[in-house]
């Protein structure tokens, strides 16, 4: 898929210690990154709780998001879905009988995020529903959501191994609480505030400090009163609960944008501007860590200040310096580190990433995935329980018999290492393209857009 050739050359710049294949393909251009993930979500579940019909523009139409789209359309709501734009008129009441199957495929923040909302919006005696999902979400751990839940009353019955999906979910009357969370999670955070809103119960989360703060900005839109600093510990969520219907901009996902601004940062001679990237403080720790990391960078801020805020950010590279990411700094950035490890790999001296043991429990064990692929490029990384040690600057070359990257399905692990690819000598390519759908449907195609090709094409 990427061939960027196998000569090796100096690549010039500051760093003449750092090789690259000769005929590298620059990244120019301006990106507008797809939608935030987690607030697309966020709209298509929390529009459940508003006392009428709601409306996003800029909505990321993706295979996890469609999961939470299409969960509110078969709890009763109206849906309509055209391009980036959706308008949700969420049902009257919450269904009176029967059981519901909702397929959560590989979406944790669509499994999650429902536990805690269908746990208090169910009526006691009413509907169940019955959540199930991919191989790989039914092997991620729910009893981190499902155990304080039950302490609040929640009924969920464990239907095949355990604290995993299959889930069932039945109504009941909940209390609200104090809780401390074992894992700074937004959606264990999430799932325990839109329980709270939908039994009208007030809830106080703390643990969850420098996580996304989506749904409490969300929800004070929708005129739910809910105490937070960005970023900060605790949240207090105690009303008054009557949720309004909302008109929700979603801005761009720096997850996503986090690709294109490490390969500007890799391939010399690239520039690359994102537009209307989300700068909300709680999601621009891979913007810090760049700019430790000595890329540069330069942020405007262009609006959303009032809900979520919005901005244009342009990356070229630098000289390229080792850093350090710890336990406080990773709700931050977690779903970034998979291509800061790939930064690492072109950074002068020893970087650490460590803190960071809940990557193992993500979409794939993250940690094990990108330490050994990149070993097979020839990086010099060591696996750690909680993250990487990586020492930089080493080429990156593909061997010639090298069969494909092993993505194990994940969509962050497939676009982390096609940007390796870019600055590896040899062909490259993944067992699994299509899983980027998952985030990034369109990224291929940004891809050639940026290195100045015909979309879609080599
Ligand atoms: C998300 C929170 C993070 C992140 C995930 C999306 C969210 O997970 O990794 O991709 O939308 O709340 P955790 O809250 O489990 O860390």
Avoid at 382 to 409: H, K, Q
């Amino acid at each position: 898929m990427i061939d960027p050739g196998c000569r090796w050359a100096p690549a010039g710049g500051n760093d003449l210690t750092r090789q690259l294949p000769s005929d590298y393909v620059s990244l120019r251009g301006t990106v507008a990154v797809p939608g935030d993930k987690s607030v697309s979500h966020r709209v298509a579940l929390m529009s459940l709780l508003a006392g009428g019909g709601c409306r996003a523009t800029g909505w990321l139409a993706s295979a996890d998001t469609l999961a939470s789209l299409e969960a509110v359309r078969a709890l009763g709501a109206r849906v309509l879905h055209r391009g980036a734009e959706i308008q949700i008129e969420p049902p009257t009441a919450p269904p009176v009988s029967g059981e519901i199957r909702i397929d959560c495929g590989n979406s944790g923040t669509t499994a999650r995020l429902l536990c805690g909302l269908l746990a208090g919006w169910l009526l006691p005696g009413g509907a169940s529903v019955v959540l199930t999902g991919d191989d790989s979400l039914s092997g991620r751990p729910m009893a981190r959501v499902i155990d304080p839940l039950r302490r609040m009353g929640a009924l969920i019955d464990e239907l095949d191994h355990g604290p995993h999906l299959p889930l069932r979910i039945r109504g009941a009357r909940l209390a609200g609480g104090e809780f401390d969370l074992a894992v700074a999670s937004a959606q264990v955070k999430s799932a325990l505030l839109l329980a709270g809103v939908a039994a009208e119960v007030e809830v106080t989360v703390r643990g969850a400090g420098g996580s996304r703060d989506h749904s409490e900005r969300l929800l004070r839109g929708m005129g739910v009163s809910v105490d937070f600093d960005a970023g900060g510990d605790p949240v207090h969520l105690f009303g008054p609960f009557e949720p309004k219907p909302f008109d929700q901009p979603v801005p761009g996902d720096p997850s996503s944008a986090a690709f294109w601004q490490v390969a500007a940062a890799l391939v010399p001679d690239s520039e690359v501007t994102i537009s209307g990237q989300s700068l909300n403080p709680g999601r621009t720790g891979a913007l810090e860590v760049l700019r430790r990391a000595g890329v540069h960078l330069t942020v405007t801020e262009t609006g959303g200040q009032e809900s979520e805020p919005t901005g244009d950010v342009v990356v070229r590279g630098g000289d390229l310096q080792a850093f350090r990411i710890s336990a406080p700094e990773v709700p931050g950035l977690i779903d970034e580190l998979p291509i800061l490890a790939v930064l690492a790999t072109q950074c002068e001296g020893k970087t650490q990433i460590r803190g960071a043991a809940d990557l193992r429990v993500k979409e794939s064990d993250r940690i094990a995935a990108m330490g050994s692929q990149l070993r097979r490029l020839g990086a010099d990384v060591e696996d750690r329980v909680d993250g990487w040690c990586i020492t930089g600057p080493t080429p990156l070359a593909a061997a010639a018999d090298l069969p494909a990257f092993v993505t194990g399905g994940d969509h962050r692990i497939a676009m982390a290492l096609t940007i390796a690819g870019l600055i590896a000598a040899g062909e490259t390519k993944l067992d699994d393209p299509d899983c980027v759908a998952v985030s990034y449907p369109e990224f291929f195609n940004d891809l050639a857009s940026l290195q100045g090709r015909a979309n879609g094409t080599e």
